[in-house]
Each structure stands twice: as C-alpha cells, then as structure tokens.
C-alpha cells in the first residue's frame, strides 16, 4: 500500500503525455472501477445520513438529505439499548483476545521449540481443529454448556470463541516462532534464563506483529460472532452487539432512523481498530490463513 | 534436545489448549456423530436410539436438496466473482495506468470488509425492501420501473438477492489479498514481457496468473468452505424464505433443531455440513504448513 501513496513528482508531470494516450478501453475500465465504487459506498453513505433522518423521510424520499439532522436519534439508539449490547460486546471481546493471545501463545511456543513424538501429535491435534467448525457443534455445545451451567451467560461465549480460535492463532504464532533464531535463546540459557524467561523476554517482545494480527482477527470474530450469540445467549440483558441488533430491530418496528444510527454504533469500533491495525490484517490473511 | 530429566513446561503450556479444544470442539464433534442415531428434543433429555432413521430422512428431505443446491449456487458465484474478479480488479488497480485512482478505490472496495455482517444484512434489508428500497427507487430514477422486483420474497430471485450481498461485502478484501499477492511478483518479469511486446491481457494469463496461482487455490478453497458454512446472510435477510427457496444448510439444521426442535435430524445435517467442509479444511491446513516449516 505504501509506495503508491506517494506519487513521485516526475510521475506528474507524465499524465499529459498520458492522456492522448487513453484508449477508449482504459476509459470503459476506468468507468467501471468508478461505478463499483458507487454501488460500493453508496449504500454507506446512505446508512449514515439516513440514521438522522426521520421515518417519513427515509420512506418518503430515499435518496433527499434530512430536513433537520436528528443527531438524538444516535443518543436515542444508545441510550436504547445499544449500550447495554455494546458493553456486552466490548467485555465478550476483550476478554476473549486476552485469553487468546496468552494460551495461543504459550502453545505455539511449546510447538516451536520441542520435538518429541507428543509434540507432533499435539500439533496435529490443536492445528486440527480448523478443520470443525461452530455450526457442526453448535447441538452439542448447546448441551454441553447447559450442563456446566453456563447456558445464557457471557462465559458460554467466551469459552467457545477461544477453543475456536486457538487452532488458527496457533498456527499463525507457531509459524512466525520458528523464524526467530535459535542463538538468541541458547545465549539467554547460558546466562540462567528459565523457560518460561525464554518465552516471556524473549519469543512475546519479538512476535508483536504477528500478536497485533492475532488480535485483529479476534477481535473482528468475537465482535461479529452471531450464531452462538443468538442461540447460547437468551436473555436480553446479556446480548452481544450482533444478536443484539436483531432484537433492536424488532422492537423499534418503524424506528428506523434510530435504527440506522444504532447500526452506525455498532460498527465504529471496528472500522476504528480496522484503520490502526489495517496492515496486520492483511499480513495476516496473506500468511495464508482465514477469511472473517 | 532435552537436557532436563523431566521438563514440566511443554505439559502446562499445552494443557490450557488441549483442554479446551477438546471440551468445546473435539466432544461436541463426536457427540455430534453419536446424537444423529438418536430422536431427542432440547428439553427432555430421554433419547430413542433410531439407527440409521435420520440418514434415511436425509434422501426423502425435499429441503436438503433446495439447500445444498443453494449452497452450490453460493459457492460457484462467489469463486467467479471473488477469485475471478478480485483478481481482475487487483491486476487493474497494480496497473500504473489506474496508480492515481488505485489508493483511493483499494480503500473504497476494503470498507464493506470493516462493517459486521449482522449490520451488512440489516442494511440490504433497506436496499431491497420493495416499497422505499434502495435497489427499486434507483431502477424507477433511471427509467427501468418494469425491473422491480420484490427482490427477497420472491421465490425465484430470494438467494440470488442474499447472495449479491455476500460478494458486495467481501469482494474487496479478496481484491486487497490479491494486490499483497501481485506486489510480490519480480517487476523484471512484467519489464521482460514489455519488451516482448506483450499486451496487458497477455500479461495477465502468462505471468500474474502463475505467480498468483498459490494464493488463487487457497482463495478459492476459503471461498467454497464459506459458501457451505454460510448462516449468518440467508438467516438474517430472508430465514431461509419466501417457503424454503433460499435456505442453505446451515439455515436447514438450525430451524431443524432450534425451532421443530428435532435434534437428531439436526445432527444428522450438520455431519453432511462436517463432510462437506473437512476434507478442504484438511487441503487449507496441509498447504499452510508446508509453506512454513521444514
């Protein structure tokens, strides 16, 4: 991303040569990289000046810009319900990174640096697990959290959404562990490091891109997590953001305006994590992995 | 490598992860496979041994064929729309015809990839709802009124219309893995080409394409195992509606155990849902490992 963003100075003064040389197929491209642009933004756009618009107005005249901007309509929203939802969210999430980063990455360090036979057979069995996924379990889980009592509670969630996470982390810290050099750790052995010193000092302060990725995952999953939250998660005052809007929905009926601004909310702290974290996010991805 | 008698630390390391793998998805897999011989509800726990009853309703389900056609439906569309076009888009916007433009629109395409689905549907609610939406006010603005549609209550158009949405959400994040991809072809490959004379359309088939081609298969191995997992877009636009013509499988087994409250059919379902994600699961897991160590 970054070499494009700074367009050299010679590089300006060329367009006009490259203008006359614009075909008519670079000019059809062009037009629809910009159409695709619009279908793109367009109904963003829409979402945002429409959250303070009134009912009438947005039914009335889809497209017309508010008479008077409702901004209470994202106090309403918040003072509403989206607050609740949103704190649910924030507790479910951060306490799931936390405990992702700390037992992925104590995992992946025992993988990176042992091998014994049981080590291969707990690679296997941990990295393994990407291959299920939440909706093959979703019966059993149900059963299975009910009877440790945790049905309807923020733990049903949290618990779930790290044991589906891990094997994904796993692989992803494992893989960035095994490029640090092993000097580094024999040095520190040699001057009484223990173990987990070796871990904490040394494999953690050197990893932090790839934790800055793992937590942008997490985060993005946990946030957006919906079918467990709707179904783990019964009563109203213990729901996520995800499930949360859908209940919000139903209760405003024709509230839309305030509707919109609630969904508006909900994706802020995302789009905000998105824009500091972007390039982990892809760096990420690009190891080959996941798609959110 | 061991010069420590007995080395505690690997086994605590380890065991926060094992253990919880194993509760929350090793368990529930196997008891998945042994729910699905039994007829049970949610509340009362007694369960009928049925043998092989729920597969053989699997054949005379009308619905399990509706669905997994749909998710075919979902998985082809999106592999040509987000392999094959990502990566058109991303060839376009590397082009240093289009390196003005190509900041701006790599951010314009990302920005669906940062709103959450659940939101992304709630807002398709309003795009193609048949009276105010989006979708219909535009076809009347520019003339093409006999082009409405009642785009997700009619039967024939529903999951083409929950589809869509999915592409419009994540066509840009594969466009953007794409672009990471082609940044790291060797420039004297596309330089040598130029002075072959190569058009640009040559370019693209004779080196992009190779170079790319890792990252091609496993967008499209993603691509396809998110296309017979997909829940959250049916369930939230349309349940599956209008009657049962744009449900999936996910959709299918969740009304089957969550609202008929028929859990050893839905067992059952979910093991088609388990076959059919595995074994590419199991192709993504051995491609990245061997991209990493040894």
Known sequence: MEQVIEPSVEKVIKPSRKLRKFSIGQFVTMLMLAAFAIVILYPLLWMVISSMKSYNEIFNDVWGLPSTWLVENYSLAWSKDISGYFMNSLFVTSVTIIAVLIIGSMAAFVLARYKTRWIDIALIFTIGGMMMNPQVALIPLFNILTSLDLINSHWALILTYIAYRLPLTILLLRGYFLSIPKELEESAIIDGCTEFGIYRRIYLPMSVPILLTTIVLTAFFAWNEFLFATIFIDSETLKTIPSGLMNFRDALRTDWGVLLAGMVLASLPMIALLIFLQKYLVQGLSEGSVKG | ?294
């Open chain 2, 1 to 294: 490598m061991q010069r420590r008698k007995f080395n505690i630390i690997p086994v605590l390391f380890l065991l926060p992860s094992i253990a919880l793998l194993l509760v929350f998805v090793y368990i529930p897999l196997i008891q998945n496979f042994y729910n699905s011989f039994f007829d049970f509800s949610v509340f009362s726990q007694t369960k009928t041994f049925v043998g092989f009853e729920n597969f053989k309703a699997l054949l005379a389900d009308k619905v399990v064929s509706v669905a997994l056609l749909n998710n075919v439906k979902y998985a082809i569309i999106s592999v040509v729309l987000q392999v094959g076009l990502a990566l058109v888009l991303a060839y376009i916007l590397e082009d240093k015809l289009f390196h003005r433009v190509a900041p701006f629109l790599r951010v314009v395409y990302f920005m669906p990839v940062m709103i959450s689905i659940s939101v992304v549907a709630l807002l398709f609610g309003f795009v193609y709802n048949p009276q105010m939406g989006l979708l219909n006010s535009f076809l009347e603005l520019i003339g093409l009124e006999n082009l409405k549609e009642v785009w997700l209550g009619n039967f024939e158009i529903a999951i083409y219309s929950v589809i869509a949405m999915s592409q419009w959400h994540s066509i840009g994040f594969v466009t953007l893995l794409f672009i990471v991809a082609i940044q790291k072809i060797p420039k004297e490959l596309y330089e040598a080409a130029d002075i072959d004379g190569a058009g640009k359309i040559r370019k693209f088939f004779s080196i992009t394409v190779p170079q790319v081609k890792e990252a091609i298969f496993v967008n499209t191995l993603i691509t396809i195992t998110g296309s017979m997992l997909v829940f959250n877009e049916p369930y939230i636009l349309t349940n599956g509606g209008p009657g049962f013509s744009s449900t999936v499988m996910s959709v299918h087994m969740y009304q089957t155990g969550f609202v008929k409250d028929n859990m050893g059919y839905a067992s059952t379902l979910a093991i088609i849902i388990f076959i059919l994600t595995a074994v590419l699961a199991l192709i993504q897991i051995k491609l990245s490992r061997t991209g990493k160590d040894d």
